[in-house]
């Protein structure tokens, strides 16, 4: 009975975070679900996209790794509800903006918001599951911020369309009162790619990256039996080949078919990264530090997609008059570094244990 008790307790947690994973990712793509009519509403383009993108992420990372190291000293149940009130707050006010820099500045406050959930509810995680079940639970927890993504994407243009681009923003407010990803290029530009080059209607644009979304969270629901028949390391190497492959063929086709395809299909490998390494950094960080660990590595991980929102939208403006390079430059970009991260695994692949989750791995503590 006791062996139970433990267990009971492990799913509350799991289910709990997964609900608020949900909710925070969801609240969190209003704005990448609607960027088409964003764009119309205050009168700007791919730098300005990028801008918002790059800056929205660079805040996440900031204060991602301060609530990282805070966590580990108190109570997560205590400490995430902060961050509900925070993110709640800034959709709320976000709903108010009058111009482009007003937008930019209360994207980032809710920002704030959302910056508690990653590097506390993953730790949580990471604290109660170990081996097998750590990998098991990290996919399912992450499948939960996909399906969040999917709803905020699929639902925020329809309604943008029905009632306006405020309301999707009020909307949230109340799944947030539950619980509650950050931008990636895919979200940011996969509509204005579809959008301006294939002439795709804005609700069509962004229902195609929700269904990208989709994919990848039903993938991510198996990550833990992919795993375990392939090694975890082996399953993240080949996902940065299978996203490099997607963006640089889908925009090289010029194709929409086949842009759809790859996007749905090795596009959806994106998903597949994010519990592999969140598994990686449990196993590595003692149980006291993991908030610390995770926050950090976010950071790390929230700075390079800023970076890398940035570099995307500065590329597309620069090169606007180079063909149809402002819709597909990001892609390009995209693919690239994906490829250098494949290149980067194979050749860590010798210092890295990668038992495929038969066993719990010794890795050097952090």
């Known amino acids: 009975m006791p062996h139970r008790g433990v267990v009971a307790g492990d799913r509350r947690v799991l289910f709990a975070n997964s609900l608020y994973h949900l909710t925070n990712d969801g609240a969190v793509t209003v704005i990448a679900g609607q960027i088409t009519f964003l764009q119309t509403q205050f009168s700007f383009g791919a730098l300005e996209t990028g801008l918002l993108s790059g800056t929205a992420l660079l805040v996440t990372a900031i204060f991602q790794m301060a609530f990282g190291a805070m966590s580990d000293r108190r109570d997560p149940t205590r400490f995430l509800p902060a961050g509900i009130v925070v993110l709640g707050l800034g959709s709320a006010?976000?709903?108010?903006?009058?111009?482009?820099?007003i937008l930019l500045v209360l994207v980032a406050l809710s920002r704030i918001g959302a910056s508690?959930?990653?590097?506390?509810?993953?730790?949580?995680?990471?604290?109660?599951?170990?081996?097998?079940?750590?990998?098991?639970?990290?996919?399912?927890?992450?499948?939960?911020?996909?399906?969040?993504?999917?709803?905020?994407?699929?639902?925020?243009?329809?309604?943008?369309?029905?009632?306006?681009?405020?309301?999707?923003?009020?909307l949230w407010l109340f799944p947030l009162a539950l619980g509650g990803a950050a931008f990636s290029i895919f979200s940011t530009f996969g509509p204005l790619l579809l959008h301006h080059r294939f002439g795709?209607?804005?609700?069509?644009?962004?229902?195609?990256?929700?269904?990208?979304?989709?994919?990848?969270?039903?993938?991510?629901?198996?990550f833990g039996r992919v795993s375990r028949r392939f090694g975890r390391l082996r399953t993240l190497t080949a996902c940065y080949a299978f996203i490099g492959i997607a963006c640089l063929v889908g925009v090289v086709s010029g194709s929409a078919a086949i842009v759809l395809g790859l996007f749905w299909t090795f596009g959806s490998a994106v998903f597949i990264t994010y519990p592999a390494l969140f598994s990686f950094v449990s196993e590595a960080s003692h149980r006291r530090l993991q908030g610390a660990a995770f926050g950090i590595i976010f950071g790390f991980q929230l700075?390079?997609?800023?970076?890398?929102?940035?570099?995307?939208?500065?590329?597309?403006?620069?090169?606007?008059?180079?063909?149809?390079?402002?819709?597909?430059?990001?892609?390009?970009?995209?693919?690239?570094l994906a490829l250098v991260g494949f290149a980067y695994l194979l050749g860590i692949r010798k210092h890295v244990r990668d038992p495929g989750g038969a066993s719990i791995p010794r890795v050097p503590e952090v």
């Open 116 to 170: 508690f959930y990653h590097p506390v509810g993953i730790a949580w995680i990471g604290r109660e599951f170990q081996g097998p079940e750590l990998d098991r639970s990290m996919g399912f927890q992450s499948a939960f911020g996909d399906t969040g993504v999917i709803l905020g994407m699929a639902t925020t243009s329809i309604i943008a369309v029905a009632f306006g681009w405020q309301v999707p923003f009020l």
């Open 200 to 222: 795709f209607d804005d609700t069509a644009s962004e229902v195609a990256i929700a269904v990208w979304i989709l994919a990848g969270a039903l993938v991510a629901f198996f």
């Open 303 to 336: 700075l390079g997609g800023s970076l890398g929102s940035f570099a995307a939208g500065a590329l597309a403006a620069s090169f606007r008059t180079v063909g149809d390079f402002e819709a597909t430059g990001p892609f390009y970009f995209l693919g690239l």
């Open 93 to 101: 006010l976000v709903a108010l903006s009058s111009t482009f820099w």
